[in-house]
């Protein structure tokens, strides 16, 4: 069994007892899915409604089957587990039953029923405590102030004054309708995150995660900080695919972090550059996790342009990271590991197949196909390709194992998607987010760079200990109308604010990415954190670069895009050298100046800028070259 499928083993729960009905509902959640999004034609309304209740059901039942903290106070909790278990499956019997009645009825003028109230505060209250449980405080805590404004924003004065709004108003629009509980985010975790994490699970199950790594040891172990490039590069490709950072920190990292810290890196700084490349993945196509998915059911805009959109600004992204690590390794003296490579035809020999799903996902989504198709041809052919090799092949044993997995890994990105389904619905009940709006356009007066910066704070706030797409819903909601009023493109906007969503795993005090890796590599968490944002502060400055710049977004004419491409290339490549100081021999203080401006010259859009780039830069390369002749003959 290759290592990738030992370690997706590791996940399941031991059999037996209750943890062997946690196993089978996990089997029929996903089968009752995979049911739901390929053969039945279920109302949208109450596809959701089932589904949630189903993962709120398996995240009360998982802890309940618990044991291994005992006392009263963990006694309590088993028992309001147990409640909230029967609770939650009564909610979904009753949308399923009064679904006629719930479809047919006009929220907020027709009065809800004892049972649609008591079914509405089931749901309400299951969500918070399984956000509290799954998630932490922190989002429980911002639940908890938007819903108290619901129920008493009439008692304030100005500008958030709101109506007067009954406990049966608040619980009507949230749960009752498409606004709020069951809202694009939810809408999105059932169909779209559903079955990518499904084929994500089946490339890991079936041996791809493994391939994943070794092939990129193949490509870059045998580089000037191979080791370090090997960590980028597989966690960039495995990334791509399950979309969370800490995730990916915790299963690439388990190999990545060890390796680095052997191969000389201190190890902070390896669990800084883990954190970095996985929180990447993110921002990297074809997949680029579930808020993509969200751009899509937020913006209406296709997900194949939206790739398209985030290809290149992804790129400079790990450009910058590989450039950072190649001078970094330069300046440490760490030089080629042929050790930690593997033989890149013999890699590509071995586990080419499991190229195959992905090659069918990106063609099919350049085919035009929706990404629900797409994934779902790519899982049938990740089993199908697995039997081409007796060691990789998926029988019923792993397909269960898959099917299993696969709702144990929705249930944080369900319950985050449901959490900020209850903001998005107390936001829309109460007008906050024309509100909020309002106060960034005053504050911007008419600055794009203003309201940029303030949904850049929002957003990396929102974010701190929060899951992608709850942080980047929210900001969606509340930055996105003023950016739209600045006249930023919808599709900048959003890829502006999906960017701080997914640094904010890496943005300290609470950079959950970084704190995973710690975890890992037994190191300060606060440290690593500090090494992350060092690692990642070209991309802090990227969304600025590509909102100032829309070729990067290829938008504009062949040659400007191009033109745009090579020089902000050249610019990271050039920033990445200032930062670490080092590019042939260390950088003094004036080359590194040079090398900083020239890099943002380069970025920056604009003949002039480009032309004072290119000027700037060749003079300080040039600087570097003779200071590393002189030293070299010096020391000859």
């Avoid at 003079?619 to 590393?628: E, G």
Wanted: proline content about 5%.
């Amino acid at each position: 069994m290759t290592a990738a499928t030992e370690t997706a083993g590791s996940e399941a729960s031991p059999t037996g007892g209750l943890a062997t009905s946690v196993r089978w509902l996990c089997i029929g959640l996903s089968t009752f899915q995979l049911w739901a999004i390929f053969v039945a034609t279920l109302d949208p309304l109450l596809h959701r409604a089932l589904f949630l209740s189903m993962v709120l059901c398996l995240v009360f039942l998982t802890a309940a089957a618990d044991r291994s903290q005992r006392g009263p106070r963990q006694r309590m909790s088993r028992i309001l587990s147990w409640f909230w278990v029967v609770s939650s499956l009564a909610a979904g019997m009753f949308f399923l039953a009064r679904f006629e009645w719930i479809r047919a009825r006009w929220p907020q003028v027709e009065l809800l029923p004892l049972a649609g109230m008591v079914c509405g505060l089931v749901l309400l209250f299951a969500v918070l405590d399984a956000t509290r449980r799954i998630i932490g405080w922190l989002l429980f805590a911002v639940i908890m102030a938007f819903l108290v404004y619901a129920l008493a924003g009439h008692l304030m004065t100005g500008l958030f004054y709101h109506r007067l709004l009954t406990l049966e108003d608040v619980i009507d629009q949230i749960i009752f309708t498409t606004n709020g509980l069951f809202s694009a985010p939810i809408a999105v975790a059932a169909t779209y995150v559903y079955v990518f994490v499904l084929f994500g699970t089946a490339l890991e199950v079936s041996g791809a995660g493994d391939f994943i790594f070794r092939l990129a040891s193949s490509l870059a172990g045998r580089t000037r900080g191979g080791p370090a490039k090997v960590a980028v590069a597989s966690s960039a490709l495995y990334g791509t695919i399950t979309g969370s950072p800490t995730s990916n920190v915790v299963t690439t990292g388990l190999f990545t972090i060890p390796m680095m810290k052997r191969a000389g890196l201190r190890g902070d700084v390896a669990a800084a550059v883990e954190a970095v490349a996985s929180t990447g993945g993110g921002l990297l196509p074809p997949v680029m996790g579930s808020a993509a998915f969200l751009m899509v059911e937020l913006t209406g805009i296709p997900y194949l342009e939206i790739c398209l959109a985030a290809l290149f600004p992804a790129m400079l992204f790990y450009l910058s990271i590989f450039m950072q690590l190649h001078w970094g390794a330069g300046r440490l003296g760490i030089d080629r590991v042929p050790a930690v490579a593997h033989s890149f035809w013999a890699v590509l020999r071995e586990g080419a197949h499991h190229l195959v799903p992905l090659l069918t996902l990106v063609l099919l989504l350049a085919g035009g196909s929706t990404p629900i198709t797409a994934a779902g041809a790519a899982l049938v052919l990740t089993v199908a390709v697995s039997w081409i090799r007796p060691d990789t092949r998926m029988g019923l044993k792993r397909i269960l194992q898959v099917l299993e997995l696969g709702a144990r890994r929705s249930m944080l990105v369900t319950v985050a998607c449901a959490a900020a389904g209850l903001v998005v619905g107390a936001i829309a009940v109460t007008g906050l987010g024309g509100k909020v709006s309002s106060l960034i356009f005053a504050y911007a007066g008419g600055s794009m760079f203003l309201a940029l910066f303030a949904t850049m704070i929002v957003c990396v706030l929102l974010g701190m200990g929060m899951p992608v797409p709850s942080a980047y819903v929210l900001t969606a909601v509340l930055a996105g109308p003023p950016l739209a009023m600045l006249g930023l493109p919808e599709l900048s906007a959003h890829l502006f604010i999906l960017y701080f969503a997914v640094l904010s795993a890496i943005t300290p005090p609470v950079a959950v990415a970084a704190y995973a890796a710690a975890s890992i590599a037994q190191e300060n968490p606060g440290r690593v954190a500090a090494q992350a944002v060092r690692l990642g502060l070209v991309a802090f400055v990227i969304p600025y670069f590509f909102v100032y710049r829309p070729e990067l977004l290829l938008v504009g004419s062949p040659l400007s895009i191009l033109l745009a491409l090579l020089t902000s290339a050249a610019g990271v490549i050039l920033l990445a050298s200032a930062l670490e100081g080092f590019m042939q021999v260390s950088l003094v203080w004036q080359e590194r100046m040079l090398m900083l401006a020239s890099g943002l010259c380069l970025i920056f859009p604009g003949w002039g800028t480009d032309v004072a780039g290119v000027v700037l830069g060749v003079l300080a390369v040039s600087r570097q070259s003779v200071r590393a002749r002189t030293q070299m003959s010096s020391s000859g």
